[in-house]
């Protein structure tokens, strides 16, 4: 990239910022033409000037060093002179500019870190007044306790050690400034993990200007984290948060911070010299060894605060491997520093360009040319305006990007317990990313989907599921395409194997993104077997004349349809109960079969739409009540609704998430009827756990909205007193202080309340799971079956290890009572494992070093 191409002049050249395309406008060149002046438009004023020359300086900033190259070094001596003639101009676009690049652009930290060290040899003053606000922004993240940032701006630090803007004693200052927090008194394990990551992900950009100028402080650095790691010690991933389930040492996790630590190490062992990482410094060595360096203001670390997130390294997800374990010639070593970088600035992009998935794919395509040539292919395709646009670049060996990119991606996506972002983000990025790099990554992305789909056995239930999700998703943004045929081998398969059970809900969520027939004509007539029978849709069960209850359906359904009143209704089903008592069924069962009859047709009426359904059920919740008044009328209801939508489960979702809403059933139903022999039949599909997961997910949210409430409650009681006791307590002061602490106490009865509800509700999942998982075991065991190759056990224990360790906080309160009416001695070792490293997972949280 030349700048005289981008038509870049300084101020001294014109009066303004223009190119070739800038849009002059010829004095009388209109009347030439035939046309008056003043219809011409209007003049650019002064700011509008003003405005185009800063966007245009922005823009150069922005994009200097899009790819590292010896042309580099001509463009950054080109934008110092720009910087150095136009910053007392325009300071605070280029300090702003500077601040988002060097804290969001984390893989050009090295373009910016020598473009400040040039402007600092011919403008050390207007770099000290840079310095400044750079200074602040890290005093600011420190204070914030912004640890994401904070990576990112000690990175360009670094970069500023190689560009002799800063002495090296002045960044070993700053890390030892960072690592006062091994002498703070029990101090989380989290937080000092934290700080020790981000240590050490930024320490190879500098490692080597460090060892070279300032060694004895260096190694005292590393000295103190060497004694960290040791009292720390290795803390390998629990089992219950790792991908593959099956213990195969080609895929085994290991410690993540453990291991950077010992590439670290042998990093500063061998000189600090990391091949892969640009160095345009060394461009002007001569130049550099001149400059003024400035100072880093001393600080001093944040007390812990609860609601701080601290982070690590990322887990990694090993997809392409060999069949010894070793990673494909298309990546690096998983186990090498190389690997670790691309893999850290992959994810610290992805993080900062989160909210855009157009920026994330083109910064994350860009990643190829941040790096020295010789490591990455940068040969690639990109299609611009809907058209191909074939871009060759000279370097055409080394990894493959898109290989890499999907890796780091996949890894997130499947990260356990959550991901770092919602999954429609990971659909989303991949679908840019395979619409704008054309030439290998949808090839790459086969390859990773097929490397995936061949262990689906071996990965975790979860995982499983987002990937199910993931797929349909993607192949609805590509009409729905994909070699089906090269899986024909599954159809041999059980129904239940988590092969089948993935092409399966696949092709159903398939039908929920366009519809039936569309969706049928994509798959080869072999894999019918896997495709629902039927279209969505309702089966109502009085449908047929010959039906018994025909005539007395009709006779409800009408008057529903006629929107008769709720009394006019209730007479109805009186009769029909009183008809069911004739025939001499008991109270029980007359109540059943008014159940079962009213609830039929209320869903047949309500079927057209979810709007449909809600009228009627919100028009005759009373009856709907008085209907569900015990717990088996109740399950029964859930029963109901779930044959009459068994061929639509996702309205059979939406019905039961509205029927919880309005209190007509509770979570205790939904989860017995999880756990009923027919929906564990179901235990490969997508839906009982789905359902199972967000009525879980409502219990705990009331908890969280009332908890909520009554904080919100006690800060405004706390500054009305305050208030109160500055002005005097009158009669009418003391009322108003009596009424907000009746309030405080009626919402803390009711945060007691639903928390005890809570409670009941995982009490009673967890003994559902626990035995279910050991009857099952029972029949393994008199079987002689492996339990990992009994599919139902698979995905029930599978479903109960992701239902543990996803609301491992809300059971933090009551892990004793689960251990002592649970997860009991005589419950099989397989089972209760889940629960012991659930028990770790939540003491490692307030774990202190």
Known sequence: MSYDSRSYRPRQEGNRYRGSGGGRYNNGGDDRRGYRNNNRAPSPTKDDEVEDIEVRLKSLIIKIGDKISPELQVNLNKMKNILDNDYSKYPETVQDTLKACISDIPAKAPVYGILIGLLNLSNHESVGKLMYTFNQLFK???????????????RFYGELVNANVILPSAYILILNNLLAVLNEPKALRDRVDCIVYIILSTLPWSMKELNERESDGLAQVISKIDIYMQTRGDVPPLRILQHYRSGDTRFEEKDPLVHLWYLIQDLFSKGGNVPLLPKPFRWFDDELKSALQHDIPQFVLPPHNDNVKYFGPQRILKVLVDDSGKALTAVPDHDGLDYFILNDVIADTIQVFESNRKECAKYLLGIAHSFESGFINTAITTQENGTEEDVMEEDTTGWNLSD???????????????????????????????????????????????????????????????????FSHHLSNFGFQWDWKSWDHTLTLDQMHPQVCFIRETLEKEIRLSYYERIKTTIPEEFAPLFPAVAPGPDFEFKDPSHPLHLQAKLVIDSLRAKKSVEEVREILNNFKAEQAKLGLDETAQLGAVRQLFVQCLLLVGSKSFSHVLNVVERYLEVMRYVNSTPEGRLHTVQIVSSFWKNNTQFLGILLDKLLNYRVIDPTSVISWTFEPEQLENAGRAYPWEILKNTLNKVVSRVVQVRLKLESYQELHAENEAKRQSTGLTEMAQAEAQQELDTLRIVDNSLTTVTREQKEVFMVIYQKFANTLQELLITCTARAQDPNTHWTYWWVFGWYTEMLRLYQKECSGF?????????????DTRITSVFEDVKTMNEEETLPV
Do not use: H
Request: with cysteine.
């Open 140 to 154: 600011e993240t420190i204070e914030s306790s912004n640890w994401f940032k904070l990576k990112q701006i000690l």
């Open 404 to 470: 890499l990119l999907l890796e780091a991606i996949f890894s997130q996506m499947l990260k356990l317990p959550t991901p770092p972002f919602r999954l429609v983000f990971y659909s989303c990025i991949l679908t840019e990313l395979c619409r704008t790099e054309l030439s290998s990554f949808p090839m790459s992305l086969g390859r990773i989907v097929k490397a995936l789909f061949n262990r689906m056995q071996d990965l975790d239930a979860e995982c499983v599921s987002r990937l199910w999700c993931w």
């Open 815 to 827: 892990l004793v009572t689960l251990e002592t009416l649970v997860f009991t001695p005589n419950i």
